[in-house]
């Protein structure tokens, strides 16, 4: 194993014991911290490995972070992030999951596609025409994301993305085949606590249309020289800004023409 190579585990390692033990993750050492978001993707690679050995099963699907003007305000990062989301984490539907399961947990409000073709570096570079014949399924979707850190904003970009930039799992809706006949900019979703309205917003915000987002991520993948495969599925980027949830909260995310998705997080 090389130096590199040894840095990008040892700080995977760290990260891995803290998200396990549920114990909000400090900065990481200088001489393991990630030196840019190049190598932030690189611990994040070798963290799947160890999470998946952890019992948390393989990659299924990805999500990107800070798409849309609200969540770059929110955050204070003024470009998207993406990060994976393991098989163990995914629901169908709706998921019943104790809050204590968290350090501190949030849901989002988010269109997600399904590919059913690779997208590779043999592609690259992609625009937003370039991935739609890749695009099996869109689908609506609840990112559930634990801010998981004594402080975030005392965290450098590239730590967040080694994490997994925020992700802690997610609900699928069932998917919608015929998403070629809608305006995906113009879907309206809407996030519901309790019953209670809490924020609304459109596709539109996600870089000006959703699969803008999926071609940002198909690129970035490229030039990492990973892939987007068949079967995967993509969290393109909430609409509505993060909402952080209580013990005993139940979330639903609706997205227009696409349906409903719904959380419980019990004591």
Same mark, same amino acid.
């Given at each position: ?125 992609? /625009? ?17 994301? /634990? ?27 069932? &998917? ?70 209580? &013990? ?20």
């Amino acid at each position: 194993m090389d130096r590199a190579a040894d840095r990008h585990r040892r700080a995977a390692a760290l990260i891995r014991d803290q998200r396990l033990a549920r114990t909000p993750i400090e900065p990481l050492p200088a001489d393991c911290r990630p030196a840019g978001e190049r190598e932030g993707y690189a611990v994040q690679e070798a963290l799947h490995g160890l999470l998946t050995d952890a019992g948390l099963g393989p990659v299924a699907g990805h999500k990107i972070g800070c798409t849309t003007p609200v969540m770059q305000a929110f955050l204070g990062i003024d470009h998207p992030c993406a990060g994976g989301v393991l098989a163990a984490t995914v629901h169908r539907g709706q998921a019943s999951v104790p809050h204590a399961r968290y350090v501190r947990v949030g849901a989002e409000c988010e269109l997600a596609v399904r590919l059913g073709a690779d997208l590779t570096d043999a592609g690259a570079p992609f /625009d937003r025409a370039g991935v739609v014949p890749a695009v099996d399924a869109i689908f609506a979707a609840m990112e559930i994301v /634990d801010d998981r850190y004594r402080d975030y904003r005392t965290l450098d970009v590239a730590t967040l993305v080694a994490d997994d930039f925020f992700n802690a799992g997610c609900v699928l809706g069932p &998917p919608v085949g015929r998403w070629r006949e809608l305006d995906l900019a113009g879907l309206r979703g809407v996030t519901r606590v309790n019953g209670a309205e809490v924020g609304r917003g459109d596709g539109r915000a996600v870089m000006g249309h959703p699969l803008e987002a999926l071609a940002w991520l198909a690129n970035l993948r490229a030039g990492l020289g990973l892939a987007l495969r068949a079967g995967e599925f993509v969290l393109l980027g909430s609409v509505v800004e993060t909402r952080w949830v209580s &013990p005993g909260d139940e979330v639903a995310v609706e997205i227009e023409e696409l349906g409903e998705v719904r959380a419980a997080f019990p004591t």
